[in-house]
């Protein structure tokens, strides 16, 4: 039994790496489908080649074991910690920032990794019938080792994003579980003591191992401050992991009359800067707003962090705002911080305001059914305030089935407004949501606004009835104006409409377009 608990443990501490490896790819290189699809399918290739290579290790098998379980602990225990100095560390000529020499590095840590784990079952297996294969029959033998195995995998994948990444972050989760695989080697030389040859040799090894790994752990929080230091540049006031986020907010001197300014970065990409953020939020927002004339209740999705709602309750008129957004850790630290608090107007406490954490996409489905049973009631504005769409996971939500899904909760008459990337550096990611939105059925209006940390930024109104236009806006704003409005739906021959297919949840094209446009400026 002990052995196979050794299984469940290998299991676990494989499939962790393999996990840690896509994550850290997904955090510095973007499109996180992309990262784990490579990093999962090296790490499985390298998995089969270990097994494969395993025939040839004909002696001494318990010893092998112990080094092979040594060596996995060290170099997947190290790999997240490793990969996040050299990306700091590499010069720009060499692949500083996510270049090749960087990749070549991560995929020859995952592929090493994967052929040390490939060679760990095959190993137990054979030790286990050595010793055991009187008593049970090989198929027995094989049965108990892959359900112990599959087992430690559900386990750990199930608690690497809810428990160890939050609470632990990728650094320290990839030391503690090389400390497991090393646990693993120390119990291996605990057990078969009396058929080790050179024991002593095994035993200083095993501490060597676990001496350095220790270290690892209580220099974890140091080196990801010095990385996240390193990546970011300025001064950093806040750094927290979410159940679904790295979250990192940094403020340097030099804001608008002298004070500090403040850049919120989820997962390594800039959300905001308070720099500038006013004129992406005042442009997202009194457009629709303002045209409307009356709203009373207003739908925000996304936009945890309350600057949309600032903008928002700049109109006496509304009653309620519901913001649906996915991550509580967000919306409760934008409600609690002072800092934070203070520059979305505290908002997030405002008594018209309601806070709800949820998937947007399910969640507008389930109020749509609520409406229909008239248990709710629709909303007169519905704004999109999601992260561009780098992956299959926010793409979804510039699909044509959740704008279906938002017009289910819209009320006749009603507007709904997206910001919708760049449309100078991403043309055709822009013009695809464009063209999503009118597959729905809804007329549109494009347009476009000048934000200096961002650049050309832009934005779709899109509803069911003519838009009258802007012809007053709440007081106080500092760049929206009417006189100015007009230009803002003027795109130029470099931003000028392109032809685009609609974004389906089927095709997702507007990630892969995304990505494609992207990646010549990185």
């Keep these: 039994m002990a052995l196979l608990a050794s299984v469940f443990v290998v299991a676990a501490c494989g499939l962790v790496y393999e996990l840690a490896a896509g994550a850290l790819a997904s955090y510095l290189l973007g499109d996180s489908v992309l990262q784990f699809s490579t990093v999962i399918g090296t790490y499985l290739f390298a998995m089969g080649l270990g097994s494969w290579l ?39 000529e060499w692949g500083f920032g996510g270049g090749p020499a960087f990749r070549v590095l991560l995929y020859g840590c995952v592929l090493l990794v994967g052929l040390l784990v490939g060679l760990e079952i095959p190993l137990v297996m054979r030790i286990l019938k050595r010793h055991f294969g009187q008593r049970y029959a090989l198929k027995e033998l094989v049965s108990e080792v892959l359900t112990f ?24 989760t990839g030391v503690f579980f090389g400390l497991l695989n090393a646990a693993v080697a120390v119990w291996a030389l605990v057990l078969f003591r009396g058929e080790l040859r050179r024991w002593r040799a095994h035993a200083l090894a095993c501490a060597m191992v676990l001496a350095v790994l220790a270290a690892a752990m209580l220099g974890a929080a140091r080196l990801t401050t010095w990385a996240e230091d390193q990546f970011y540049g300025e001064g950093i006031i806040l750094r927290e992991s979410s159940e679904y986020q790295r979250v990192v907010v940094t403020r340097s001197g030099g804001g608008a009359g002298g004070g500090s300014s403040i850049r919120l970065f989820l997962n390594g990409n800039l959300q905001f800067h308070s720099r500038d953020e006013y004129r992406y939020h005042e442009a997202l927002v009194h457009p629709a707003l303002a045209a409307h004339g009356a709203p009373k209740r207003v739908l925000v999705l996304g936009g945890g962090d309350g600057l949309a709602v600032r903008e928002v309750l700049r109109h006496a008129g509304v009653e309620q705002v519901t913001l649906v957004d996915l991550d509580p850790h967000i919306t409760r630290l934008f409600a609690r911080h002072e800092l934070l608090a203070e520059l979305n107007g505290h908002a997030l406490t405002n008594p018209k305001v309601r806070v709800v ?31 561009d769409p780098s992956n299959y996971a926010l793409g979804k939500l510039y699909t044509t089935s959740f704008y279906q899904r938002a017009d289910g909760v819209l009320a006749a008459g009603g507007w709904i407004v ?103 400026v990185r």
């Design 54 to 92: 395993s025939r040839l290790v004909e002696r001494q098998l318990v010893a092998q074991f112990l080094r092979i379980e040594l060596l996995v602990g060290l170099v997947g225990g190290l790999m997240p910690a490793a990969l996040f100095a050299a990306y700091n560390l590499m010069p720009h």
């Design 149 to 172: 195995d599959y087992l430690g995998a559900l386990v750990v994948a199930v608690a690497f994003p809810l428990v160890f990444v939050p609470h632990l972050g990728l650094v320290r």
């Design 357 to 387: 954490n949820a998937d947007a996409f399910g969640w507008l489905e389930q109020h749509a059914r609520a409406i229909a049973a008239g248990n709710a009631a629709p909303f007169d504005i519905v704004i999109a305030d999601f992260p």
């Design 418 to 520: 997206v910001q919708t990337t760049s449309p100078l550096v991403a043309r055709r990611s822009f013009w695809t949501v464009v063209a999503t939105l009118e597959a729905v059925g809804f007329a549109t209006w494009p347009y476009h606004a000048l934000v200096p940390s961002f650049g050309e930024w832009g934005f779709v109104l899109a509803g069911r009835r003519p838009w009258p236009g802007v012809r007053a806006l709440p007081p106080g704003l500092r760049f929206l104006t009417v006189e100015g409005m007009p230009a803002l739906l003027q795109f130029p021959p470099d931003m000028a409409r392109v032809a685009a297919e609609p974004n389906r949840l089927s095709n997702q094209v507007l990630v892969s377009t995304f990505e494609e446009e992207w990646g010549k």
